[in-house]
Nanobody, 125 residues
Framework: DVQLVESGGGAVQAGGSLRLSCAVSGLTYTSYCLAWFRQAPGKEREGVARLDIMGGTWFADSAKGRFTIAQDKGKNTLHLQMTTLKSEDTATYYC???????????????????WGQGTQVTVSS
């Protein structure tokens, strides 16, 4: 079974940075997409960044130029580096895995079959 465990969330002032990590275990899919989603109170869960087995990356418009996504395969960890944080980035951030490449998985929630428990990010202005 795939297990995803997020860490690195916290409180930060606007303009600051945070690095989220997702420890990935049990991932044996021959093709996969690893992604970060977030959900703010009262809002739907939305995609932030995703990365596939070939290292291809995709970003939501809100994340472009500010966030980077990377996988440390040696440590089986997915990272989300967030810079120039804004109050609207406040949300619970989730790591997720799809059993398909990122081109097919897209941002569609039902395509992601494995989810972590989430880590809270709070950005104060």
């Amino acid at each position: 079974d795939v297990q995803l465990v997020e860490s690195g969330g916290g409180a930060v002032q606007a303009g600051g940075s945070l690095r989220l990590s997702c420890a990935v275990s049990g991932l044996t899919y021959t093709s996969y997409c690893l992604a970060w989603f977030r959900q703010a109170p009262g809002k739907e869960r939305e995609g932030v960044a995703r990365l596939d087995i070939m290292g291809g990356t995709w970003f939501a418009d809100s994340a472009k130029g500010r966030f980077t996504i990377a996988q440390d395969k040696g440590k089986n960890t997915l990272h989300l580096q967030m810079t120039t944080l804004k109050s609207e980035d406040t949300a619970t951030y989730y790591c997720a895995a799809a059993k398909a490449g990122c081109g097919r998985a897209g941002w569609t929630l039902r395509n992601y079959i494995d989810w972590g428990q989430g880590t809270q990010v709070t950005v104060s202005s």
